[in-house]
DNA sequence: GAATTCCTTTGACAATTATCAAAAAAACAC
DNA sequence: GTGTTTTTTTGATAATTGTCAAAGGAATTC
């Protein structure tokens, strides 16, 4: 369900946040708003299938989502977006190949699209935007940076000690199964992980 | 050794890179050039030390350098540098804070300095710069991504197998240990999975 | 509320990798 | 070349995690 240049006051609050992560003019707001969408997602639906291209950057407004692809026959979780966060194919989208990863709804959920053809014409011309677009990158970079780290060099269970204390709540969200592939492990060692705390 | 403002033609070739990642006008070059600086490195030399904050972004323009930091006492490599790549910490340069890691030249090399301050006063007033700094970060992006990928979802033996089809010269220019810990793995461990092959 | 389905835990065992120690090989210095 | 140091390999053992199978719980459906 796509309601397009229908719920202003939700782009409006999101171009704020746009502002507060890089200083936008009221016209470079204008500009940008018309390549934003919005759709709403039930629990259960994907937001981008494997083989689609990734043609968005999505900002979470409301709900939960989970980015996973297949490996072996195995659905491995590679990301949770929540609320207020963003999430995108970081190799579908620069590469404009087709994902490899899906990007599921697992609550109902409001999702704001960002263009990548809008953002990619604006960036060449709009300096706001442009710099909107390296802090955006800067802090992505910086999450895959640590990230990599926290899977190369710490113990499951000092990732999963992590993870409770960053994101306590995502216990209830999402199932065990995923939590462990995210975790990079199996759900039967996140068992026995749990089982020892 | 610093060498500023000498190696013009270093610095010529340098922005033609520059230029290739994203087209950059004669005055646009003139400016960065501004922000250049240029060090020659011995073997063994840092680049980057513990503690120091990491104020450029480094390409090295002759040579190869080793990125790596300490954990519990063993010096583990994180990335390699070859002759026309970049390299910074990224999040002693973001965040601007002390750095874990540690850049070491492992030959005798050459190094290009882009200063941060140079690229964020740019960045900031120039689009043709601003526009640079979004291709360097999404290949950063992804380079990135890969790499998590390759940690979390390959065995030590596909992950040395790939180095080798990526780099096989990487084998006579760093040392086992190196290559294990970059690999994720111990010395002992690289070494057996180098005895079946 | 009984049946079905899905999620989580537990058990037994195998595979992978780490750790500690020592030997072998290679590189380096004199 | 000889001796010294560094790097790499090998051995024995332990720890961690994965795999396969099954049981126990929880949630859902009819």
Redesign the pocket.
Known sequence: MYLNHINNLVFKEFLDILNSISPLSPESKRVLQKHLSFRTLSKGDYLLNHGETCRHIYFVNKGFLRIFYYKNGKNITEWFAREKNFCFSITSYFNKTPSDLIIESIEDSEVIFLSRKGLEELRKCNLEVANLIIEFLSHSLIASQKRMESIQFE???KRYQNLLKEQPEIIHQV????IATFL????????????QI
């Open positions: 113990t499951a269970k199932s065990l199964h995923n990079g492990i199996t759900q039967e060692t996140l068992s026995r992980i749990r089982a």
